[in-house]
């Protein structure tokens, strides 16, 4: 967590699922990086990632540290409610089951 010594990174390349991609796009996109309107900051996003719980922290992967991140952002905003994010994933989580 940050700041506190985690040893050294392995700095390997690997293949890339594609719902890391989409959240890749997602940042991208939201961050304005690409001359689109900033929805929000990388400095928001990186605190809402430290601000997770540490148990949370250490039992999540990088890119779900960053969705968690992203919507924690979106919802602080107001760019999104909490109503809208059950119903989509309640959408998601059904496309599953059929």
């Known amino acids: 967590m940050g700041g506190l010594a985690a040893g050294r990174v392995e700095r390997t390349e690997h293949d890339y699922a594609d719902w890391e991609r989409r959240i ?20 928001e996003h990186r605190r809402a ?3 997770l719980p540490p148990a ?9 540290k960053w969705i968690v991140a ?5 919802l602080q905003r107001g760019l999104i409610s909490t109503g809208q994010l059950a119903r989509k994933m309640a959408e998601v989580e ?5």
């Open 70 to 74: 992203l919507t924690q952002c979106l």
């Open 24 to 43: 890749d796009a997602m940042a991208v996109l939201l961050f304005g990086i690409k001359g689109g309107a900033r929805r929000i900051t990388v400095d």
């Open 94 to 98: 059904s496309r599953g089951r059929g």
């Open 56 to 64: 949370a922290y250490d039992s999540m992967a990088y890119y779900e």
């Open 49 to 51: 990632i430290e601000s």
